[in-house]
């Protein structure tokens, strides 16, 4: 079966653009979160989405935003890209909303470069 | 939130000595798992470990949840576990990992 799959695998944007990254989880997975890693640091959680709907979000600002499909795929947005958003950007997948009891599993990432 | 400690930071070991890496954490959890992540950003499960002890060929965990910590044992090293280690953990009714700081692993032949 495959995994999770993200893309694209590199991106390059200047500042103030946007972007869109998409994700699709494991088969049979409803739920998927969103990841940001910056060198050097482990991931920091951006958002959680179950049945189309947000269920957890973390410190971000409302430049980050996402949806996910009825097909359970996501996509990340971000808006008015700064220096800062430069990162690897990580999609994981897990079963169900109860994801506190069920693992994770990550892609292999799109590492965003901001000029 | 939560807090996740891993030491130590980094380790440096010759092929084929063993290792341990620890995790502690702040609070009680009812998800903890182990990811290796490699020098090309891949983070692969290692292991789904909220309590108890699991094995995976040269690669164990144990998790103590009434104590607050995990271990992640390599046995036999290789350069190919080169990267870094990282611990995340996740509490009940909570709906974000909360990642350590990660271990460097250098595995020199």
């Given amino acids: 079966d495959a995994g999770v799959t993200q893309s694209p695998t590199h991106l390059i944007k200047t ?13 049979g997975h409803k739920s998927v979160s969103w990841y ?29 935003s996402a949806r996910q499909f009825p097909n359970y795929s996501s996509e990340l947005n971000v808006n008015a890209l700064l220096l800062g958003d430069s990162a690897l950007y990580l999609c994981a997948s897990s079963l169900g909303q109860g994801a506190s009891n069920q693992p994770q599993h990550f892609g292999d990432g799109t590492r965003l470069s901001i000029l | 939130g939560i807090q996740v400690e891993q030491s130590p930071p980094d380790l440096i070991l010759q092929e084929g000595a063993n290792s341990t890496l620890r995790c502690n954490f702040s609070d009680s959890v009812n998800n903890l798992q ?76």
């Fill in chain 1, 15 to 27: 500042r103030g653009q946007q972007v869109t990254l998409r994700c699709s989880p494991i088969s």
């Fill in chain 1, 36 to 64: 940001q890693q910056v060198l050097g640091q482990g991931p920091q959680f951006i958002f959680q989405y179950y049945e189309k709907e947000e269920r957890g979000r973390g410190n971000f600002p409302d430049r980050f």
């Fill in chain 2, 34 to 109: 182990w990811f290796h992540q490699n020098p090309w950003g891949q983070l692969i499960n290692l292991f789904y470990i909220p309590s108890g002890t699991k094995q995976n060929g040269r690669l164990s965990a144990t998790t103590v949840a009434t104590e607050r910590y995990s271990l992640l044992y390599i046995s036999s090293s290789q350069t190919t576990d080169s990267g870094v280690y990282f611990c995340a953990v996740m509490y009940a009714g909570s709906y974000q990992l909360t990642f350590g700081k990660g271990t460097k692993l250098s595995v020199i032949p």
